[in-house]
C-alpha cells in the first residue's frame, strides 16, 4: 500500500516513500524514544548517526523530535536522495546530513553521542519468497545473511571509533537473533551495558548499548 500511495507514516509524520527504500515499520519507533529520551538527557544538541538511513524515518524523526544534528548514510543513492527528500519537506535538513556510503564508510573520523541502525537483518532462508508485501521490498534492505547479523558484524567492527565516552548505541533486529547481537555488541564496545528493549508485539527486537 506504501508503495502505492508514495507514502507511509512514521512516529506521526508522513514518509515519502518508493521501491528504492523499506516501509518504515512501527517497531523502529523505539529506538527513536530511547534516542530522543537519551538526547534530552544530555544537556547539549547532541550528535546522531543513522546508519542505513533508508527512507530517513529514524535520522528525521530524530532530528524533529530533538535539536540533535544528524548524520545518515545509506549505500543505496537512491535512498539517500529520498531522505534528503523527506528532511527538506519537514523542514530539518538544516541539522540533517545525507551521505552515500558503505555503513560507517562516509563519516570516518567522526565520534557520535547515539548511533541508531535498522539494517538488514532478515537470516537469508527466512527471506519471504512472495507474494508478500516484504518480497515488494528491496532485498538489500533485508537481506541479513545466513543468520541475519552478517551487516551488523561489518558495522560494529568499527563501531569504537564512531562513539563518544558515553555514547548509546541502537540496533534493531530479528527476535531470535537478539541474544547473539548482544554477545556482538558487547564484544564491540567493551566498556558498555547492553540491554534487550522489546517492540509493541512483546517481542525482543533491539539491543540498546549505553557506554559507561
Ligand atoms: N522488520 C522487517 C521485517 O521483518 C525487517 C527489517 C530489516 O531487515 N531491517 O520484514
Redesign the pocket.
Known amino acids: 500500500m506504501a508503495y502505492i500511495t508514495g507514502s507511509a507514516c512514521f512516529y506521526g509524520r508522513e514518509f515519502i516513500v518508493d521501491e528504492s527504500v523499506?516501509v518504515p515499520?512501527p517497531?523502529t519507533e523505539h529506538l527513536v524514544d530511547e534516542a530522543v529520551a537519551f538526547l534530552r538527557g544530555l544537556g547539549t544538541a547532541g550528535r546522531v548517526l543513522d546508519v542505513g538511513t533508508g527512507s530517513g524515518a529514524i535520522a528525521c524523526t530524530i532530528a524533529a523530535e530533538t535539536n540533535a544534528v544528524v548524520d545518515a548514510t545509506d549505500v543505496s543513492p537512491e535512498a539517500v536522495a529520498l531522505a534528503a527528500r523527506n528532511a527538506e519537506r519537514l523542514a530539518i535538513g538544516g541539522r540533517c546530513r545525507f551521505l552515500c556510503g558503505d555503513l560507517a564508510a562516509p563519516v570516518k573520523g567522526e565520534r557520535y553521542d547515539v548511533v541508531v541502525a535498522?539494517?538488514?537483518?532478515?537470516p537469508t532462508a527466512d527471506l519471504p519468497a512472495g507474494p508478500d508485501s516484504?518480497s515488494f521490498e528491496p532485498r538489500v534492505?533485508?537481506d541479513?545473511g545466513p543468520d541475519g547479523l552478517t551487516v551488523y558484524r561489518a558495522l560494529l567492527r568499527g563501531i569504537a571509533d564512531h562513539v563518544t565516552a558515553k555514547a548509546m548505541v541502537l540496533l534493531?533486529a530479528a527476535p531470535p537473533t537478539i541474544e547473539r547481537l548482544i554477545e556482538l555488541t558487547q564484544n564491540s564496545l567493551r566498556n558498555s551495558t547492553v540491554t534487550i528493549g522489546n517492540d509493541y508485539a512483546g517481542l525482543a527486537r533491539y539491543v540498546k548499548g549505553t557506554l559507561k
Open positions: 523499506l515499520r517497531e535498522n539494517l538488514p537483518y532478515v516484504t534492505a533485508l541479513g534493531e
